[in-house]
Nanobody, 121 residues
Framework: QVQLVESGGGLVQPGGSLRLSCAAS????????MGWYRQAPGKQRELVARITSGRSTNYADSVQGRFTISRDYAKKTLYLQMNSLKPEDTAVYYCNADIQLRGSVWSNPYWGQGTQVTVSS
């Protein structure tokens, strides 16, 4: 009953910028923490950035200072502004959200299908 749809991925040159979006929809009562993860070929999925309901943020060391995570509470949308992109940022980026459904007392994690980001000349 919940969908997370990522958008904004694509091909960009090193040093360029990209902005990812993740729109949540469905039978949602409340969204708690949200985050972005990525998985490069041959590597395990890793946390890129996370933002809590209190707007506290965490970033992977590899993206700190270059990426900014934010969310629009009214639109139920998560964003990731990516600047100074490097080839090593190339990966499939996944949106994650802890969501409590209407009528439920529990919060559960949900994942988007992913969006490809390729940084190359």
């Amino acid at each position: 009953q919940v969908q997370l749809v990522e958008s904004g991925g694509g091909l960009v040159q090193p040093g360029g910028s990209l902005r990812l979006s993740c729109a949540a929809s469905g039978n949602i009562f409340v969204i708690n923490a949200m985050g972005w993860y990525r998985q490069a070929p041959g590597k395990q999925r890793e946390l890129v950035a996370r933002i809590t309901s209190g707007r506290s943020t965490n970033y992977a060391d590899s993206v700190q200072g270059r990426f900014t995570i934010s969310r629009d509470y009214a639109k139920k949308t998560l964003y990731l502004q990516m600047n100074s992109l490097k080839p090593e940022d190339t990966a499939v980026y996944y949106c994650n959200a802890d969501i409590q459904l209407r009528g439920s007392v529990w919060s559960n994690p949900y994942w988007g299908q992913g969006t490809q980001v390729t940084v190359s000349s």
